[in-house]
DNA sequence: TCATAACATGTTATAACATAACACCTACTT
DNA sequence: AAGTAGGTGTTATGTTATAACATGTTATGA
């Protein structure tokens, strides 16, 4: 899965982190958020969850069923879309529209309306920072429209894949 | 399909204009292109935005066939999704990512990018420009990452189905 | 003019994504 | 105990999209 670490120059957007950290913070927080909200963290939504921040990439919601299966749990369809949407609810998975696909909530302010950068040859994903990656976003109030939810997605070629390949 | 015309406030951004200018603008348009590019504008292709244009509201794949099918023309899957991706490979159509449907492109220059306004009650749909709506995206250059196409849809509710509502 | 290449459309079948509707179970409440 | 709410399981089906191949049409050039 992560073929190119040697010496390559890589996209600062798609660095690399501690999965190990990222995961048990992860982790945690969603813990202790439902904790503190009395919502009922279950061996199903848990392991939803860690199924796709392990991936760390979007996951389609039946791919995520068949690691359920490979796991134990069910595996119909109607379990994966729940649990999904309960998590994304609580803003801890966010849907990629351009991939049919789900991914796990990397910020931890839990956005409901984060940005995305989508490689569409690798197909990684980076949660972008509005701050950091100068994407800026004027208030969410347009003319008599109260905005709700942004999606926000840039699709393109991060430089690992543009400088790999002959396009 | 109207039926709020009568004194109550509108949202601007969702302001009526006039239908018939607005049709025969855009297919003069399109054709002006067709022609400078040396593409056909077959009768199929015509038809097709055509029945976006004539809607102005996105439409799902499976009921622009269906109205294909009415006028006489093949309904069959394929048919729907090739013209669409070549109206949309060309600007003049645009995919609303949250409602899997296709809208005819209200931009007289054919942003790849451009920027829609969703209410989630009566499913209209704004095109916005980036100027006038006080959105504004920065450069497009994201640390090391070409991108090609952004996606960026708003919904919430408009004016119109706010105040016309319980919620 | 006929071969051919490129483009456009037609058709069948199927893949991929998503939800409706109902059943059952558990935990908490009154 | 009966009632309610939340969570999960299951079957069936609805919706969106594409693969693969066949046929037709137009432009080009030998």
């Known amino acids: 899965m992560n073929k190119k670490r040697e010496g390559k120059t890589t996209s600062k957007i798609?660095?690399?982190?501690?999965?190990?950290?990222?995961?048990?913070?992860?982790?945690?927080?969603?813990?202790?958020?439902?904790?503190?909200?009395?919502?009922?963290?279950?061996?199903?939504?848990r392991k939803v969850f860690e199924i796709l921040i392990k991936d760390h990439k979007p996951l389609g919601a039946y791919e995520i069923l068949e690691a359920l299966g490979r796991d134990g749990f069910?595996?119909?369809?109607?379990?994966?879309?729940?649990?999904?949407?309960?998590?994304?609810?609580?803003?801890?998975?966010?849907?990629?529209?351009?991939?049919?696909?789900?991914?796990?909530?990397?910020?931890?302010?839990?956005?409901?309306?984060?940005?995305?950068?989508?490689?569409?040859?690798?197909?990684?994903?980076?949660?972008?920072?509005?701050?950091?990656s100068g994407i800026s976003f004027a208030s969410p109030n347009i003319e008599n429209f109260e905005v709700e939810k942004t999606t926000v997605e840039m699709t393109g070629v991060c430089t690992t894949c543009s400088s790999a390949a002959i396009m």
């Open 74 to 132: 069910s595996s119909s369809p109607p379990i994966a879309y729940r649990v999904l949407d309960f998590l994304m609810k609580h803003g801890f998975v966010h849907k990629i529209q351009g991939l049919n696909a789900f991914i796990a909530c990397s910020n931890p302010n839990h956005s409901h309306s984060p940005a995305f950068v989508i490689c569409r040859k690798c197909e990684k994903v980076a949660e972008v920072d509005e701050r950091k």
């Open 14 to 45: 798609f660095d690399d982190h501690d999965h190990g950290i990222c995961f048990d913070d992860a982790i945690e927080q969603i813990e202790n958020y439902f904790l503190k909200k009395n919502l009922q963290f279950t061996p199903l939504r």
